[in-house]
């Protein structure tokens, strides 16, 4: 079973630039998250989807921040404009539908290393 | 405020020994928690979890224990392989998602 891909790997942008991450979810997984983990830090949800609807977004900085699921099944996440502080990893996780056994066990992607200078 | 705390940075453990890994939580509102492990540029991999109406969860090395009296809970690795040294977080799970501690290196010694 293929686990959850996020792409890019890497990205390094100067302040005030835009920039946009990509996750494809497990398949037949209706929770999508993404999270943002500082060095040194454990991971902070930002965002969760189900299906296309967001139930929580309560710590996305929407002022430069924004996420979409407009079909249910990948994501993306942007940020414009980046600050040096957005420097972070940001992980995209998935999971069953709330309910479901093993709902709450959430499967995280490689993350997308972003640096801002 | 942090609702999850992991108050030890790193832990060195020899091979073959036991490691234990602590947590602390303040919120007592949740339905359970779960252990992730994460290896350098990987994301976190589940490892283990455990509910609330329990006090210990196993699953082959690795055992959990819920003190909710002390709202403390800890991992247990035993024996201890080179292939555990990871970073370690602790998050506890409810309706509103996941709450991660801010993770402890476990270095396994040869």
Aim: hydrophobic fraction near 35%; proline fraction near 6%; include cysteine.
């Amino acid at each position: 079973e293929a686990g959850v891909a996020q792409s890019p790997r890497y990205k390094i942008i100067e302040k005030r630039q835009s920039v946009a991450f990509w996750c494809n979810p497990i398949s037949g997984h209706a929770t999508l998250y993404w999270y943002q983990q500082i060095l040194g830090q454990g991971p902070k949800l930002l965002i969760q989807f189900q299906n296309n609807g967001v139930v929580d977004d309560s710590q996305l900085p929407k002022d430069r921040f924004s996420a979409e699921r407009l079909k249910g099944v990948d994501s993306t996440l942007k940020i414009q404009p980046a600050k040096l502080e957005d420097s972070a990893v940001y992980l995209c996780a998935s999971s069953l539908a709330p309910g479901l056994a093993g709902a709450y066990e959430q499967y995280f992607g490689p993350g997308t290393r972003l640096t801002v200078t | 405020d942090q609702q999850v705390k992991q108050n030890s940075p790193s832990l060195s453990v020899q091979e073959g020994r036991i490691s234990i890994l602590n947590c602390d939580y303040t919120n007592s509102m949740f339905d359970y928690f779960l252990w992730y492990k994460k290896y350098p540029a990987e994301g976190p991999t589940f490892l283990i979890s455990i509910s609330s109406i329990k006090d210990k969860n196993e699953d082959g090395r690795f055992t959990v224990f819920l003190n909710k009296s002390a709202k403390h809970l800890s991992l247990h690795i035993v024996p201890s392989q080179p292939g555990d040294s990871a970073v370690y977080f602790c998050a506890k799970g409810g309706a509103d998602g996941l709450t991660f501690g801010k993770g402890t290196h476990l270095i396994i010694q040869p």
